[in-house]
């Protein structure tokens, strides 16, 4: 399929604000994902945006959408401790009937 | 609401056996969809269910297979396993289809199947 691509590693410090930054392929893609795993947990959906926007804010997060550079990001403010896990960044569209598509997963270090 | 409920959480079969993994949709769900995620990788998406027919498909031979009950349960069945089938294998539960079957999916905690 399609590629979906993330840095693999990001460190912040608690307080900070992180930017985990996704790439995609599929210009067809219709929602873009971000997912959070927990060691031993499953997947959290975090948020999702639809290609038509450009920006969507959900309390500390906040995705960032540039559909011509095929590019999204997730910034999270005053990251703490707890937000330590891993981020995936997703896409689907009509072409897959919708099916996840995920890239490999940014790990997420927050040091006090 | 005990959410989406994965059983096993962990196995252990031999290359060459079968496995089959469960899964309980969140109550109000009927669509169920299966993901391999292998080691340092994101989830693959195997297959959905929904109306107790597949119908979508990923890049996945026919080793894999499943079913959906009446009661909007589902297996996931693997064939002849290889080592390589060795990864979590996570469920998730929606509403309906299209879109909005991944829009509001919710993910169970996953087995982790260990071939050997």
């Known amino acids: 399929g399609e590629d979906v691509e993330q840095s693999l590693f990001l460190s912040v410090r608690e307080g900070d604000s992180s930017v985990i930054n996704c790439t995609y392929t599929?210009?067809?893609?219709?929602?873009l994902y971000w997912y959070k795993q927990e060691p031993g947990a499953g997947l959290q959906l975090l948020t999702y945006?639809?290609?038509?926007?450009d920006m969507k804010q959900d309390q500390r997060l906040t995705v960032l959408l540039n559909k011509k550079d095929k590019h999204l990001s997730l910034r999270i403010a005053d990251t703490q401790t707890g937000d330590s896990a891993i981020y995936f960044c997703?896409?689907?569209?009509?072409?897959?009937?919708?099916?996840?598509?995920f890239g490999k997963g940014t790990s997420l270090l927050v040091t006090p | 609401d005990a959410g989406v409920t994965q059983s096993p959480t962990h196995l252990i079969k031999t290359r060459g056996q079968q496995v089959t993994l469960r899964c309980s949709p969140k109550?109000?769900?009927?669509?169920v969809s299966w993901y391999q995620q292998a080691l340092g990788q994101g989830p693959q998406f195997i297959f959905q269910?929904?109306?107790?027919?597949?119908?979508q498909r990923g890049n996945f031979p026919d080793r894999f297979s499943g079913h959906q009950f009446p009661n909007y349960s589902s297996e996931l069945n693997v064939n002849a396993l290889l080592l390589g089938d060795s990864a979590l294998y996570l469920c998730?539960?929606?509403?309906?289809?299209?879109?909005?079957?991944?829009?509001?999916?919710?993910f169970g905690q996953g087995t982790r199947l260990t071939v050997v």
């Open positions: 599929d210009s067809s893609s219709t929602y």
């Open positions: 945006i639809f290609s038509n926007m």
């Open positions: 269910y929904y109306e107790e027919e597949e119908r």
């Open positions: 998730a539960s929606s509403s309906g289809q299209g879109a909005g079957a991944y829009t509001e999916a919710f």
């Open positions: 997703a896409e689907s569209n009509s072409n897959s009937g919708y099916a996840l598509n």
């Open positions: 109550s109000g769900h009927d669509t």
